[in-house]
């Protein structure tokens, strides 16, 4: 059974951190893409970050490149996002997706809120 398990979010004042985890289960994490998406009331879903199965390639929004970044694990099967000089226009809820090589639909996880206000 597919799982992703997404914590680490919360309430934090502008300027603030805050450390994204996402634990993965019942499917191949370390030949799969993980993505962070978020989305925020009102608005679509959009892509954060992702991070290529190997090799570490990482790509980023330009709303966040140079404060958050993507890191994972494969021998924990977990995923990181480190989000610095966090800003109100960052509050949303934060989503983890796997898109492993033999799933095009891919898997997503049930999301942790982030809230930045001061």
């Known amino acids: 059974q597919v799982q992703l398990v997404e914590s680490g979010g919360g309430l934090v004042q502008p300027g603030g951190s805050l450390r994204l985890s996402c634990a993965a289960s019942?499917?191949?994490?370390?030949?799969?893409?993980m993505n962070w998406y978020r989305q925020a009331p009102g608005q679509e879903r959009e892509l954060v970050a992702n991070?290529?199965?190997?090799?570490?390639?990482?790509n980023y929004a330009a709303s966040v490149k140079g404060r958050f970044t993507i890191s994972r694990d494969n021998a924990k099967n977990t995923m990181y996002l480190q989000m610095n000089s966090l800003t109100p226009q960052d509050t949303a809820m934060y989503y983890c997706?796997?898109?492993?090589?033999?799933?095009?639909?891919?898997?997503w996880g049930q999301g942790t809120q982030v809230a930045v206000s001061s």
């Open positions: 997706k796997a898109n492993p090589p033999y799933d095009l639909r891919g898997y």
């Open positions: 019942g499917f191949t994490f370390s030949r799969s893409v």
């Open positions: 991070i290529s199965s190997v090799g570490g390639m990482t």
